[in-house]
Structure formats: C-alpha cells, structure tokens
C-alpha cells in the first residue's frame, strides 16, 4: 500500500513514545534503576499496550519507564540518537519528532534546557550519521499548568534554530487551549511552525481554539472534527493538515475501533489528512503497519491511502527545495 516511489514521511511521533526496549534495559542497568523485568519480552507488557485503555491518560502511563530510564543528558541524547536510526530502518524517508522536555526531565529532575540540548545534538547527530531527514518538533505539556508551560518554552527556545514547530500535548479534557495563547504567539515570533493536539479528548470547541487563537497549521489527532461540518468546512478551505493515529486512537478508546475512524471521511472531503504513528514503541506498531493493516481495516481505498502519503509530504514543515530533495531521492530509490 505504500507508494515506493514518492517519499514516506510520519509527521505525528512522540521521540519519548519511542524508546527501544533493549535502550530501556540497558540504562536501567547503567543507572540501578529499579525496572520491573529484565528482559525484552518480560518488559514489554509494562511499556506497551496489549489492549485498549480507558482513555488517552490510562495510554499515556505506559510511558512511565520509556521516560523513568532517562537519568541523565546522555541518556537523552543517546534515545534521540536511536529515534531517527529507527526512522530510517522502518523505511521512512522524513520524520518529525515532538518532544516534552519538562516531561523527559521529570523523572530525575533534570533540568529541562539539558534535555532539549542533548535531544537536539542526538538527532544531529544521527542526521549527520545516516543521512536521514529529521527535524524536532517542541511540546509544551499543557498537564503542567500555563506557568511551568512558560519553563518549557524557555527550554526550548535555548536551542530555537533546531527546533521547527510547537506543539501542545497532554491532557486536553482538563487544560484547554485557551491558556497557552501567549507562548504559541512566542513561538510564532520566534519563526516556528504550529501544530497543537486537539479532537482527541475534546471537541470541536478545542479545535477552533487551536486554529484561530494558536494558529495551529495542523491538528494532532482531531477525531472529533466529524462533530461540527462548519470545522471540517474550514479545515479543508485553509488547508490545515490532520495528523491522523490509526491505532493509538483506538488503543486510547477514542474511537471503538479501525472501522469507526474518520480518516476515511476526512479525506472524502478533501482535507489534508495524514497517517503517523503517534507512539510506535508504546503502541507496538510501525509506519508499514499503519499503512498496510490499520489503514485499510480503517476503510482506506488503496488511492486513499496514496493520497494520504502525498498529504504527509505536503503538510511536512519543509521547504520547498527539501520537498523537491526528497522528491528526487524516491524517484532514484524506484
């Protein structure tokens, strides 16, 4: 179903979602961190979801130790290094990691403007490394509060010409939008792209938020868009991409199952939806499994699938000579 002869991007990955399970171990051990295996297999039911959660806050605690083992910068930089490395084995030619630097910091106190350091160094260095395209995405995690969520964006604006975007993730249901007006307009002085999390656990009243006061220029998720026709209306009219999760969004129960996911109707309306993969290494899944199992138990036609890989490249945070680039490498790859 994946079109090998125009470039496959994943623009929705958490890099702190997707943490080797074989890294887990190994720094727990470096660092005598009381994990609760100590193999692979054993590990995996404690860091993956075997069955749909309650909802996304019951799915976000499975990133307990896929965070709890970083201990230190290098172990931050070290888990950035291996994101983009496992981008590439997966056979995407772009990818796009967001990360909580307050979040990645939380377990050992560290101090957030080491964390976007070492993160932003680790993905350079891996670019450098592989070759591979990648650029970071910031979160502010709005479960923090508007003050701590000011912290987070000075963090990141330590390290403001390696950071492409800014995001806002975390507890929706509870911390709307309307809060962290002030730091998105800071981020979009400050030259960076927006994309905000939002339809996942609130409805559209959380999205318009995004767009009209955020300016967000893609939606994460944005489920319930399906609610307000006006939405998808001016989604499609501003060409305002959505970053559609196939299986976290029915691992967090946000909706029942493939089938009821309205990528499908998204883009029988013209808009701008993509397929990622949210948090591969909690969701155990990857970028071919959305494609080819998700994707079309989802209802996807195999042009619809297409259409949402040429959506992926158009909706990237690039420019135009990088599109044309990436363009190229495929057209030689086929």
């Not at 470039?7 to 190994?26: K, N, Y």
Request: charged share 25%.
């Amino acid at each position: 179903m994946i079109d090998l002869s125009y470039p496959l991007a994943d623009l929705h990955r958490h890099l702190d979602g997707s943490v080797r399970l074989q890294t887990i171990l190994e720094l727990g051990e470096q660092h005598h961190l009381p994990l609760p295996a100590w193999s692979v297999e054993e590990l995996r039911p404690y860091v993956q979801v075997t069955a749909p959660q309650p909802g996304v806050m019951a799915f976000l605690s499975k990133f307990e130790w896929m965070v709890g083992v970083l201990a230190d910068a290098d172990a931050c930089r070290r888990v950035a290094y291996e994101n983009v490395l496992d981008a590439q084995a997966e056979g995407l030619d772009y990818v796009e990691l967001r990360f909580s630097p307050c979040f990645m910091a939380e377990a050992h106190n560290l101090d957030p403007a080491a964390v976007v350091e070492a993160v932003a160094d680790g993905v350079a260095a891996a670019r450098r490394d592989s070759g591979m395209h990648a650029k970071l995405i910031g979160i502010i995690s709005r479960t923090y509060g508007p003050q701590k969520g000011r912290e987070e964006l000075e963090a990141l604006l330590t390290r403001r010409e390696q950071i492409t975007a800014l995001d806002l993730a975390g507890d929706e249901a509870n911390y709307p939008a309307e809060w962290f007006e002030e730091h998105f307009r800071r981020a979009r002085d400050a030259g960076w792209h927006i994309t905000v999390h939002a339809g996942e656990s609130a409805g559209p009243h959380s999205m318009w938020t995004a767009i009209d006061r955020l300016g967000a220029e893609r939606l994460g998720h944005a489920v319930r868009a399906v609610e307000d026709p006006a939405l998808m209306d001016a989604l499609a009219k501003r060409g305002i991409g959505i970053e559609s999760n196939l299986t976290s969004n029915v691992q967090t129960s946000t909706v029942p199952d493939y089938a009821s996911h309205p990528l499908r109707q998204f883009l029988e309306r013209g808009l701008a939806a993509t397929i990622n993969t949210d948090d591969p290494g909690i969701s155990g899944i990857n970028i071919a499994y959305e494609y080819e199992v998700a994707a079309p138990a989802a209802g996807l036609s195999a042009e619809q699938i297409h259409q949402a890989q040429r959506n992926a490249l158009e909706q990237a945070f690039l420019s135009e000579s990088e599109r044309a680039e990436l363009k190229a490498r495929a057209a030689r790859r086929a």
